[in-house]
């Protein structure tokens, strides 16, 4: 019997298939300057503006779909997606594995966990 709500069973879904990245992991790799590592906040256009992730790429939720493959085209690279807590970057990232993208984590704790922990920004 599925325990999760029917609203809530797409999250499940996507909690066990998804692998979260700490905030320390990806300084790690911004540090290292991985080539083939990009950023992508699916958070409003208005939360963009407010303050980002330094060097990330701004794809909408509502867009990403639609523009995730001429954005980022290398679908074997790794993807790290964040929204504002983490909830909506799971599903953003269960959106991309669909889309064919191999190699794609969500931030724990999204852009909240981000300020939270001292993470730099950029406006």
């Not at 590592?37 to 701004?58: K, L, M, N, S, T």
């Not at 964040?82 to 794609?104: E, I």
């Amino acid at each position: 019997m599925n325990t999760y709500p029917r609203s809530q069973a797409p999250l499940g879904v996507a909690t066990r298939r998804i692998h979260e990245i700490s905030i320390d992991e990806v300084h790690e790799r911004q540090d290292r300057g991985e080539p083939r590592f990009e950023i992508v906040d699916v958070r409003d256009d208005e939360a963009w503006r407010a303050g980002h992730i330094p060097g990330a790429r701004h794809l909408a939720q509502g867009a990403l779909e639609l523009e995730i493959a001429s954005a980022i085209p290398d679908t074997v690279g790794e993807v790290v997606v964040y929204g504002d807590h983490g909830l909506q970057s799971l599903l953003a990232a269960a959106t991309l594995l669909q889309k064919g993208y191999s190699n794609v984590s969500s931030l724990a704790g999204g852009w909240r966990q981000w300020i939270s922990g001292g993470g730099q920004i950029e406006k």
